[in-house]
């Protein structure tokens, strides 16, 4: 994870790739989730509906901007230079187009674009997505879901 800084309440599943230049805040990734570079997730956010915005005036500023968690499902991808807001919580198997940001969470197996993020479409149809979720083929090492594809594929 050349020049990706995460906090200590981040955390990152198995066989998962990170990009360069990302920053994670508050973050529980799946396994097998693709994070391309210079990505953002859950970094803070300032309370527009006090007086002030400089976070100097914050008793616990990391903690008062940083109040929620985000979550990401397994086998995510995330395009470059996308933005996910704090307390958004993505599907397995989602999409998140480069140059996105995320606003709301995002329902497995969607393919989201734009800013804010909006379904462009679904990777699959919903009896697909209910035999890969109910698979569970994340929770297997490499070669075991390799099997578990192949039985996949010819349903």
Not at 15 to 41: M, P, Q, R
Request: proline residues 3%.
């Amino acid at each position: 994870m050349e020049s990706c800084v995460t906090d200590d309440f981040t955390a990152i599943g198995n066989y998962c790739y990170i990009g360069k230049y990302c920053y994670l805040t508050k973050v529980n990734i799946g396994n097998y989730c693709s994070i391309a570079n210079n990505v953002s997730i859950g970094q803070g956010e300032h309370d527009l509906s006090k007086i002030f915005t400089n976070s100097i005036f914050y008793e616990n500023a990391f903690e008062e901007l940083t109040k929620n968690c985000c979550e990401i499902g397994n086998d995510v991808w995330t395009g470059v230079d996308s933005i996910i807001k704090i307390g958004v919580k993505i599907g397995n198997g989602a999409v998140i187009g480069a140059n996105s940001v995320v606003t709301k969470d995002v329902p497995s197996y969607a393919i989201v674009v734009g800013s804010p993020a909006r379904i462009l479409r679904y990777r699959f149809e919903q009896k697909k997505i209910a035999i890969i979720e109910n698979s569970q083929w994340w929770i297997s090492p490499p070669s075991e879901a390799k099997n578990i594809f192949q039985r996949l594929e010819l349903e």
